[in-house]
C-alpha cells in the first residue's frame, strides 16, 4: 500500500459547533497524519469552482450557500491508502445510511450539513490539494 495524501474539508455545520478538534481525532486514531491545515472563509466564487463537478445537480446552489455559511478548515491528510481510508471513516453521504463508527454518522446534521469532504480518486486529491495549498504549506 503507498502512502498517499487526500483533500478534508471540515464543513461549516461542524466548524459552528465546535466539532474540529473531535473529527481531527477520528483522522489520527486513523492513522491519518494532518500534514497542512487553514481555517478559512469561502467565497461563491470559490465553493462554486471547487464544486464546478455537481453544477447540473438539483443540489449545487444549496451546497454553495451552505459551503460558505461559515468557516470551514481545509486540510490535507497523508497515510497509507488515505484517500479510501478516509472514505471509510467519514462514512456514507448523507449520515442515515453512514455506520456507525463513521464521522457523519456520529456528527452529521443531514445529507447536506454531513459535516466533512473527502477526495473521491488520488487523482482528484491532487487536483484538490492544489486549490487550497502551496506545496510549501504542506510539512509532512
Ligand atoms: P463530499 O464530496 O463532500 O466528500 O461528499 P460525497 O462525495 O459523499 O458526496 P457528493 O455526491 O460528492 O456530494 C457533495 C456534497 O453535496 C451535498 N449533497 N447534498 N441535498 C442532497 O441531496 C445532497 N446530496 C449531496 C453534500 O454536502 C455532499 O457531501
Ligand atoms: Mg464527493
Same mark, same amino acid.
Given at each position: ?38 481555517? %478559512?472563509?469561502?467565497?461563491? @466564487? ?6 464546478? !463537478? &455537481? ?5 449545487? +446552489? ?40 463513521? %464521522?457523519?454518522?456520529?456528527? @452529521? ?6 459535516? !466533512? &469532504? ?5 487523482? +482528484? ?16
Amino acid at each position: 500500500m503507498a502512502v498517499e495524501r487526500t483533500l478534508s474539508i471540515i464543513k461549516p455545520d461542524a466548524t459552528r459547533r465546535n466539532l474540529t478538534g473531535k473529527i481531527n481525532a477520528v483522522f489520527e486514531d486513523a492513522g491519518l497524519r494532518i500534514v497542512a491545515q487553514k481555517r %478559512i472563509q469561502l467565497t461563491p @466564487a470559490t465553493a462554486g469552482a471547487f464544486y464546478e !463537478v &455537481h453544477k447540473e445537480r438539483p443540489f449545487y +446552489n444549496d451546497l454553495v450557500s451552505f459551503m460558505v455559511s461559515g468557516p470551514v478548515v481545509v486540510q490535507v491528510l497523508q497515510g497509507e491508502n488515505a484517500v479510501a481510508k478516509n472514505r471509510e471513516v467519514m462514512g456514507a453521504t448523507d449520515p442515515k445510511k453512514a455506520e456507525a463508527h463513521t %464521522i457523519r454518522a456520529q456528527f @452529521a446534521e443531514s445529507i447536506e450539513a454531513n459535516s !466533512v &469532504h473527502g477526495s473521491d480518486s488520488l487523482e +482528484n486529491a491532487k487536483n484538490e490539494i492544489a486549490f487550497f495549498f502551496a506545496g510549501t504549506e504542506i510539512l509532512p
